[in-house]
């Protein structure tokens, strides 16, 4: 009884393999999507997809992007990989989209993938996931996001509500979590 209580105990406090890896992280979330659950991208996340993304990411070495499992019949996915796409063009690669989200998805498979690129590449990585999915791949992937004044629950809601956020991670460097500053983000002048 004590032994498996410890066990239980030991269980609880041993973190989720952390990711390890040399290369440089980046995550970011699907760009803004239509109200009402209509299928597609807003026409503020079609310009963040089309104008504000490929050049934040153009120079930052990119070797490949990881967009979560698009599903047609569920939808998920889908804004996700419209965000990636016009990126991924101009790099000239074509997203990895194995790995999926939800109930059946199985949790290693960001982070197996990240390992196994990492053997053989030192380039950088990006992941594009669905913004209602973003707890659950952070946590798969044992990251993180920086100490705020807020609680961990409230900046993940910041995350997904925001998508101009990208959260960068280095082996050496705790995450660090800053905005694309597109012309569509941050702070109108005169409403504050
Ligand atoms: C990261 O790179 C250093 C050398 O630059 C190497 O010693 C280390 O094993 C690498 N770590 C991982 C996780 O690949
Ligand atoms: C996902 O994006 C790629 C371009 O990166 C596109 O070719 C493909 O049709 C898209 N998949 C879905 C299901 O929309
Ligand atoms: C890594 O590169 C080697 C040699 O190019 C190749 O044989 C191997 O399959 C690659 N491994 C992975 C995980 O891509
Ligand atoms: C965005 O702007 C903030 C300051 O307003 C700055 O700290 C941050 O580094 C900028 N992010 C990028 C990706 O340049």
Redesign the pocket.
Known sequence: MLFTTLLSALALLSPALAVSINNTLYIITNSERPSLGRPGLSPVGWLRAQSCIPPIFANLNLGLILVCKPNIKTGACLPANATAAPLAASLGLVPDTHCGTGDNANDDCVGDALK??A??STQSILIVWDANEMDDLLENIDIELPDGDDDDDEDEDDLAVHADIVLIKNLKQKVIETSMNCSIDGQAPGSF
Do not use: C, G, L
């Open positions: 196994k690129y053997k053989n």
